[in-house]
């Protein structure tokens, strides 16, 4: 990492970590657990759902639907716990800085998150504009956004579970 | 018999020692267990919804029963042999823990909810068009479902924070 980066991210972390809410999370047993058990569930709706639409890419599920329908029924529990998601990753990142910010595992999981959401959002503006795409039962851009989603979103949930091993 | 012995013996097996004593193989079995479980609940909950009538209205349940459930039992049997294999590593332990029985009797309350369900509430499934709401004795159990499989989630995080 840019020594000047890192400066910057230590500083940070050691900023963040004198906060009255990071003090505040540190000084309690029960709240980082807490967080990190509906940190797990939000996951649940979100791979779940995101692995209906992607086995029907790949035509195995729901096949005898269009991919529009399916989409809309599974996309928002794959937004909407995303919310959950920010919100209690955030949680986690304040009461723990260098735990999460200077952690590579963390960093890692980032990067899929963003890969994974980019993913997503090239689905669903395909979904709308590309007429091919949409009335296929399935298709070689459909196959492979369904496999990249796959293991993008396992490495995520594997990164996540990694971050405790790695401090 | 005696189960203390019993668990003793278990944990001291090559496979036991072997996760317990390798760096990696504890993280990576559990990580597994961990995207298993994540599964299970997360298709479940597609399932649960339906019942309750809040989601996928537009899906007849036994038609999205059929097509879910597969997947829910696939994942549910990985989570079985990993949680087996994590067990293992330290039985007596995790034996003594209340989060880990408390998780285990929760798992026992999935199954007879399920079992329940499936011998009487899902009586008359064949009326339950689309965009119909379900019988009592379904939302029930949906619902039952859905706080048990949450109630899975999080003793079973709680299990790592209170290992002595």
């Known amino acids: 990492m840019n020594?000047?980066?890192?400066k910057s991210l230590n500083d940070?972390?050691?900023?963040?970590?004198?906060?009255?809410?990071?003090?505040?999370i540190q000084a309690t047993n029960w709240v980082v657990p807490t967080v990190q058990s509906i940190?797990?569930?939000?996951i649940a709706m979100v791979a779940a759902s995101a692995l209906m639409i992607d086995l029907r890419l790949i035509g195995v599920f729901g096949a005898d639907q269009p991919l529009k329908t399916v989409s809309s029924r599974f996309l928002p529990f794959v937004w909407w716990p995303l919310l959950i998601l920010f919100i209690t990753g955030a949680i986690m990142i304040v009461g723990e800085p260098p735990r999460s910010l200077k952690n590579p595992v963390f960093q890692i999981k980032m990067l899929l998150l963003i890969g994974a959401l980019t993913v997503t959002g090239i689905f669903q503006i395909m979904l709308r504009t590309n007429s091919s795409f949409a009335g296929a039962s399935r298709s070689g851009a459909g196959i492979t956004i369904a496999v990249v989603s796959i293991l993008l979103w396992t490495g995520i949930i594997?990164?996540?579970r990694w971050i405790a091993y790695y401090s | 018999m005696d189960i203390?012995?019993?668990?003793q013996w278990l944990q001291n097996t090559a496979v036991g020692t072997a996760i317990r004593e390798n760096e990696i193989l504890f993280p990576w079995i559990e990580s597994v267990h961990v995207l298993a479980i994540v599964l299970v609940?997360?298709?479940i909950s597609i399932v649960d919804l339906r019942l309750i009538g809040v989601a996928s209205l537009d899906r007849a349940v036994s038609r999205l029963m059929r097509?879910?459930?597969?997947?829910?039992w696939g994942a549910f049997v990985v989570a079985a042999i990993s949680g087996l294999l994590l067990f293992t590593s330290n039985a007596v332990t995790y034996a003594h823990n209340f989060f880990f029985l408390g998780k285990m009797i929760l798992l026992a309350l999935a199954g007879f909810n399920m079992a329940i369900f499936h011998m009487t509430g899902i009586r008359g499934i064949e009326h339950w068009g689309v965009a119909q709401q379900t019988p009592l004795a379904a939302k029930t159990a949906g619902a039952v479902s859905l706080l048990v499989w949450v109630s899975v989630i999080?003793?079973?995080?709680?299990?790592?924070?209170?290992?002595?």
């Open chain 2, 154 to 164: 999080v003793f079973g995080r709680w299990i790592g924070f209170t290992l002595h």
């Open chain 1, 3 to 6: 020594p000047a980066i890192g």
């Open chain 1, 158 to 160: 594997f990164a996540g």
């Open chain 2, 41 to 43: 609940v997360g298709t």
């Open chain 2, 4 to 7: 203390e012995a019993a668990l």
């Open chain 1, 12 to 24: 940070f972390c050691a900023w963040l970590d004198q906060t009255a809410l990071s003090q505040a």
């Open chain 1, 39 to 42: 940190h797990i569930l939000a």
């Open chain 2, 67 to 72: 097509d879910v459930l597969p997947y829910t």
